[in-house]
């Protein structure tokens, strides 16, 4: 029995140098009722698809992460999980933020992923290199313990392991695999050098899994030299993950705030545009054709390479939104930009973490991506309409700032717009679109009865407004009364946006 | 009406600017029938003393804030208002962690603790006078928010009030006050410097909002230019919150991870512990003299004045806890410590955060504070008699981390014992007990209730060690079978540990 080390002070992955194991006769014995449970509780979550599972693998190299991996395919119907050997990062991003990454390969409800080398591995491996400092590196796991807990409040249920090899342990497994010509391919240098760095490599996850080990989503150090240990150790722990997340009656859910309220005077943000400016027809071609000009050339420089540009439209019904994206549409090369409309998620959305469908909208560096309504449905329509719980509304304000910051971080260029017509405009188009044939498309039922909820709408934009105009990616209000207004002010908002960006 | 600014790209304070007001008709009709929910709701709380609330009101200086304060403690009845002006923080902590000062106040459950002036104040006048860096400011919202999550986790309802002026508005103010001689006393030349500095106190105050606002606890921007509007709208605004509330039926609570499974092999680091090791009694009497006496010298050395020590003894029943703290309280001079024996709570404890009980504790510097038991119970005793959720023991890990953080950041010194005998020493321990006269208060039936569950318990300390066994806070553990060889180690240990402090 080995002695205590450290006149018995204990550090953090004491557990997991125990020298933990499972005889052959017990792992035989146990294995198949666990495989067993563990394809059941699959199956319920296949079948009643009540939330989706993220398995993270981490740990020492050699430690058995790539063996869990193929374990858990194997142990499991392989065709409802996803696998994600996350490759140290090149160029595939294009310009994108770093968790594009992940966010497009989240699971949907009744389906697992499993990474090995997550959201986790860039931040640890640029620390122990030095590459980031220790502010840096605090940073990034805040960045991601809030995308964890969106993860969880959305649902998924997330489970964390750890594989833990000592120093001499790491060895051993490293020499063992050398000495076989059909497992020496498996050491690289790499995995010398990192061997010498072990110490470092030990301070940095310690203080890694300490500072993201929440209640959500803590993370299981599990030692790794016993493979029959680790595999029941991780196949139980799963599934104990599985079935009580199965079992549970009730979603919990956040405390929420009581929503906020709405100006007693009855006064808005929005009662103080001057809807009735104007711009003549004349004046209007003219400037047009300056401003789609301007744009155009901004789009065509080689600094215009570096960046994105991600544009929203949000406004009223019939306020001119099509429109004017047409006119900014137009000034582009066509293999430049995309238009997303955004209409009622798709089964494939709903089945994912709200803001994933946008997420994969994102463009490449050196395109546009112009949002026909967007993420901002949120905390407008679906939250007047109770598509989606009080807390889940009231948490996607600080979602949404976190999204743009990462945007904004990444060389996006964000412009948000917000065209406003008044009531009496809006009836006015309505009667126009019913009465014209080729516009009676553009009119439904549901358009009528979002304007019996005018004063509610309201209440929810001008909340949107104080929320997420921020000094990152401001809100743009645009008096949309006169078309020929509104498209111009769009166009030189976006146009001077873009410049003082380049 | 005034025209949008900045071509109506909107900034957050925004809607805040508008001019809000309510005619003193409107007040007049609706104050009494406000005031009257107020109390109504607020005797509810108390009565039913389901909840603790926090209102904080931060902003603008001249926009209300000491009004507003008043206004409440008018409006409900202020026997069950607590109300906090924090003054810029002198020398009161005498070496305690920043956040001890809001702990102390931290209002029981069925109390509503007002705080003009909070944990916000620091962080924000320290960045806006360039004494923070950002980097800086970030982490302390940080902790700020982990705090809040904590509170709202415990149960308390957080209020967040900020209240907003324009520059003129401020000046305004300013001038109407310094104008009449009943009220210039309450501009002085700090305000004047202020206003001067207005911009760089928005462009952090945005940041600050925009970060802090979460969906249990966002911050409520009140224009406080028109005193009849701020009134009505804080008023509304705080009886909205208490009655969501109030009328709440089921108590929110987050998602929580499924428990830790225990070491499939059962093999556990308290196994490895060589319980047989042994010290005669010379060898005993002359190492504790050695060592009472470094202690001793330690403790009044000019530099130990700097720092205080936080000591914690967990450990079996039966184990020798007391016995080795006598050990060690022998050594100092008795005006210089605390032994705080921690038993079930008190009433007062139970309607506060579970760890407001070991805040009030914690020492001056240049003291020491001796824990016989701790804030450990929440992920022992708590868990396993499930005198708490499962929410609650699991996120305590993360909050006891965080506690014994900041300690370390105060320059606490923070030593932790477990003390562990053998399910066989322990039996002997307790029959001992029982036959002799002197020693019979000492066990209890609880006793043998808690050594049936001798398993359960060991579970849950390892799971303990793996947690919250940190670099800056290590457990020490005990080989406790020998009494001798048990307190010479603890002395030992905290000897050099303070030595290492020094």
Not at 110 to 129: D, E, N, T
Not at 279 to 289: F, I, T
């Amino acid at each position: 029995m080995a002695p205590p080390r450290r006149a018995s002070v204990l550090i953090m992955f004491e557990s997991a140098e125990l020298g933990h194991s499972i005889d052959k006769e017990r792992y035989e014995r146990e294995e198949p009722e666990l495989r067993h449970a563990l394809l059941t509780a699959q199956y319920e979550l296949v079948k009643s698809a009540k939330f989706s599972v993220v398995i993270l693998i981490g740990g020492v190299d050699g430690a058995g992460k790539g063996e869990t991996l193929n374990l858990l395919n194997e142990w499991m119907d392989p065709r409802h999980i996803q696998t994600n050997a996350m490759r140290p990062v090149g160029d595939e991003l294009y310009g994108r933020p770093q968790m594009w990454r992940f966010w497009r390969v989240l699971p949907p409800k009744g389906r697992i992923a499993i990474f090995v080398g997550s959201w986790y591995s860039q931040p640890l491996i640029k620390r122990v290199y030095g590459e980031i400092k220790p502010g840096k590196l605090d940073q990034q796991l805040e960045e991601i313990l809030r995308f964890e807990r969106m993860l969880s409040d959305e649902g998924t249920l997330i489970l964390k392991y750890w594989l833990h090899l000592s120093k001499d342990g790491q060895r051993r497994r490293f020499k063992a695999l050398a000495k076989s010509k059909a497992t020496a391919w498996r050491v690289n240098d790499t995995d010398w050098k990192h061997l010498a760095m072990y110490k470092r490599f030990q301070r940095v996850s310690e203080h890694l899994l300490r500072t993201t080990s929440t209640a959500e989503a803590p993370w299981v150090v599990v030692e790794g030299s016993d493979e029959r240990y680790r595999n029941l150790t991780i196949g139980t722990s799963v599934l104990a993950g599985l079935r009580k997340r199965l079992d549970q009656v009730t979603r919990p859910t956040r405390p929420t705030a009581p929503p906020m309220i709405r100006a007693l005077d009855g006064v808005s943000v929005l009662d103080r545009l001057d809807l009735g400016q104007k711009v003549d027809k004349v004046a209007y071609g003219d400037e047009l054709g300056t401003l789609q000009g301007e744009l155009n050339r901004l789009t065509r420089t080689r600094r215009f390479e570096k960046l994105s540009v991600v544009a929203v439209f949000e406004g009223c019904d019939a306020a001119g939104k099509g429109g004017a994206i047409r006119r900014v549409t137009q000034a582009l090369d066509a293999r430049q930009y995309d238009v997303i409309p955004i209409a009622a998620p798709t089964d494939e959305e709903k089945s994912r973490p709200y803001l994933w469908r946008f997420w994969r909208q994102l463009p490449e560096r050196g395109r546009l991506a112009v949002f026909d309504r967007s993420w901002y449905g949120r905390v407008l329509v679906e939250r007047i309409e109770r598509y989606c719980s009080d807390g889940d509304w009231a948490r996607a304000y600080g979602e949404i700032n976190d999204f743009e910051q990462q945007l904004v971080d990444a060389d996006t260029v964000v412009v948000k717009f917000w065209l406003q017509i008044s009531k009496d405009e809006q009836l006015r188009r309505f009667e126009e679109r019913k009465a014209t044939a080729f516009k009676q498309h553009k009119i439904t039922d549901e358009d009528w009865r979002n304007r019996d909820k005018w004063d509610l709408y309201n209440v929810a934009v001008c909340e949107m407004f104080d929320r997420t105009s921020t000094d990152l990616a401001p809100w743009t209000l645009v008096e949309a009364n006169d078309k020929y207004f509104a498209r111009l002010k769009v166009l030189r908002t976006l146009v001077r946006t873009i410049e003082a960006a380049l």
